[in-house]
Every structure is written in structure tokens, then in C-alpha cells.
């Protein structure tokens, strides 16, 4: 009587189920150890929300928003369009295509005639010089335009920052005149004199400091002069 001798892989621990098992349960920590990085950076990646604006700084945004668009609203369609125009001539792109069109130019007009290419300009250009001497006329109107503009813009906003200086400079002066009457009014705290808080309780008279800002450039220019004059 026979007797079947052979192994089972199920009964032995180093059979084939548990290297099934055990490449499975392998198998299965990598792709568990693969997911982890993964969340951890979809994790990384999400953006956090930011705290809003004090609303003084977006009723600051809103005015410099507002003003931009009264200074746009003003502009004629045709300025607009050659300051459009004029907005490609500060790119590289049009320092490119120049070149390339004198380039292309000048190329064929060089060659020896033998070569049999045909040439449409002799030296020294006449037509190329032309039409750079046209094209740099109209480029510097066009700059000159749109900078006439930007410098109202600049002297508008000038013009808004002083009187806003002057004005925080008079609310500050006040707000020392209030201060030093409610030191002076408060009992228990001593009462003693402090000249500068008397000279800045009066606001600033700007025209006295441009005329003495004058004056002292005026002498300083006379200076150098009478300087250069001995030397």
C-alpha cells in the first residue's frame, strides 16, 4: 500500500502559501508606505486661508483703485490706441524685429552680383535710412505723448500727497495744542514748560520753508561759484 509522501505547502511554514502570504502582506506595506507620502503632500499643498484686511487698508485700496480709473476714464480713444501702440515699442520683441528688418534688408544688397541675387538699393540705403529716420519720428511722438501724460498723472499725485502732508501735519499740531491743555488741566501731573510741544502746537507755514529752503540753495550756489572763480 502506498502511502503519499509529499508535502503539503499549507502545513510547512516555508512552503509556497506563506511565501504567497508573506510577499502579499510585502506587497501590501509598500503600497501602504507609497499612499503616506502622498496624502502628506496633497496635504503640503493645500493653501491656507488668509486673514482678511483691516478695512482702513481695503478703503485705502478702493481709493487708489477708484482715482486710477478716473485718470483712465479721461483718456480719448485715440490716445489710448497710441499709447497702446507705444506700450510694444519698450519690449525686446520690437529691438528684435528692427534688427531682422535691416538685416534682411541689407543682406541681399550686399552680395556679389555674381552670385545672381537681385538687388533693390545700392549703397548707402537711401530708402533704409528713410524709413528708420520715418519709424524713429513717430516712436518719439508716441513716447512723448504717453510721458506728457504720466507727468500731469505725477504732478496730480503730488499735488494730492502735499495737501494730505500738510493736512496730517495740522491734525498733529492740534492734537499736541489738546494734549498740553489736558496735561495742564490734569492735577496731578506736574505742571512744567516744554518749548518744543509750544513750537509744535502751531502748524508748519510751508511758504516760510520753501523761501528759506531758496534762500539757502541760493548761497550755497553762490558759494561753489566764488569757489570755482578763486580756484
Same mark, same amino acid.
Given at each position: 500500500?502506498?502511502?503519499?509522501?509529499?508535502?503539503?505547502?499549507?502545513?510547512?511554514?516555508?512552503?509556497?502559501?506563506?511565501?504567497?502570504?508573506?510577499g502579499?502582506?510585502?506587497?501590501?506595506?509598500?503600497?501602504?508606505g507609497?499612499?503616506?507620502?502622498?496624502?502628506?503632500?496633497?496635504?503640503?499643498?493645500?493653501?491656507?486661508?488668509?486673514?482678511?484686511?483691516?478695512?482702513?487698508?481695503?478703503?485705502?485700496?478702493?481709493?487708489?483703485?477708484?482715482?486710477?480709473?478716473?485718470?483712465?476714464?479721461?483718456?480719448?480713444?485715440?490716445?489710448?490706441?497710441?499709447?497702446?501702440?507705444?506700450?510694444?515699442?519698450?519690449?525686446?520683441?520690437?529691438?528684435?524685429?528692427?534688427?531682422?528688418?535691416?538685416?534682411?534688408?541689407?543682406?541681399?544688397?550686399?552680395?556679389?552680383?555674381?552670385?545672381?541675387?537681385?538687388?533693390?538699393?545700392e549703397?548707402?540705403?537711401?530708402?533704409?535710412?528713410?524709413?528708420?529716420?520715418?519709424?524713429?519720428?513717430?516712436?518719439?511722438?508716441?513716447?512723448?505723448?504717453k510721458?506728457?501724460?504720466?507727468?500731469?498723472?505725477?504732478?496730480?499725485?503730488?499735488?494730492?500727497? /502735499?495737501? /494730505?502732508?500738510?493736512?496730517?501735519?495740522?491734525?498733529?499740531?492740534?492734537?499736541?495744542?489738546?494734549?498740553?491743555?489736558?496735561?495742564?488741566?490734569?492735577?496731578?501731573?506736574?505742571?512744567?514748560?516744554?518749548?518744543?510741544?509750544?513750537?509744535?502746537?502751531?502748524?508748519?507755514?510751508?511758504?516760510?520753508?520753501?523761501? /528759506?529752503?531758496?534762500?539757502?540753495?541760493?548761497?550755497?550756489l553762490?558759494?561753489?561759484?566764488?569757489?570755482?572763480?578763486?580756484?
Open positions: 500500500m502506498q502511502t503519499n509522501n509529499q508535502p503539503n505547502p499549507s502545513d510547512s511554514p516555508s512552503g509556497f502559501g506563506s511565501s504567497d502570504s508573506t502579499a502582506a510585502i506587497a501590501l506595506g509598500v503600497s501602504q507609497e499612499k503616506t507620502p502622498t496624502a502628506s503632500s496633497q496635504a503640503s499643498q493645500k493653501i491656507l486661508p488668509t486673514a482678511p484686511l483691516p478695512e482702513s487698508i481695503s478703503q485705502n485700496i478702493e481709493t487708489i483703485i477708484a482715482l486710477h480709473k478716473r485718470s483712465e476714464k479721461n483718456v480719448p480713444q485715440h490716445q489710448r490706441f497710441v499709447e497702446t501702440i507705444t506700450i510694444f515699442f519698450g519690449r525686446p520683441v520690437f529691438l528684435y524685429s528692427i534688427l531682422l528688418g535691416i538685416i534682411l534688408w541689407v543682406t541681399p544688397n550686399v552680395f556679389p552680383r555674381r552670385l545672381g541675387v537681385p538687388r533693390f538699393e549703397v548707402p540705403f537711401p530708402w533704409l535710412q528713410f524709413s528708420l529716420t520715418a519709424g524713429s519720428l513717430l516712436v518719439t511722438t508716441g513716447v512723448l505723448i510721458q506728457e501724460r504720466q507727468e500731469k498723472l505725477a504732478e496730480q499725485r503730488a499735488q494730492l500727497s /502735499l495737501q /494730505l502732508n500738510l493736512l496730517s501735519e495740522q491734525k498733529i499740531a492740534k492734537l499736541i495744542a489738546l494734549i498740553e491743555e489736558l496735561r495742564q488741566d490734569i492735577p496731578n501731573v506736574k505742571n512744567r514748560s516744554d518749548p518744543e510741544a509750544e513750537i509744535m502746537k502751531s502748524p508748519t507755514d510751508a511758504h516760510a520753508i520753501v523761501d /528759506l529752503l531758496e534762500e539757502t540753495l541760493a548761497s550755497e553762490a558759494n561753489l561759484s566764488e569757489q570755482e572763480i578763486s580756484t
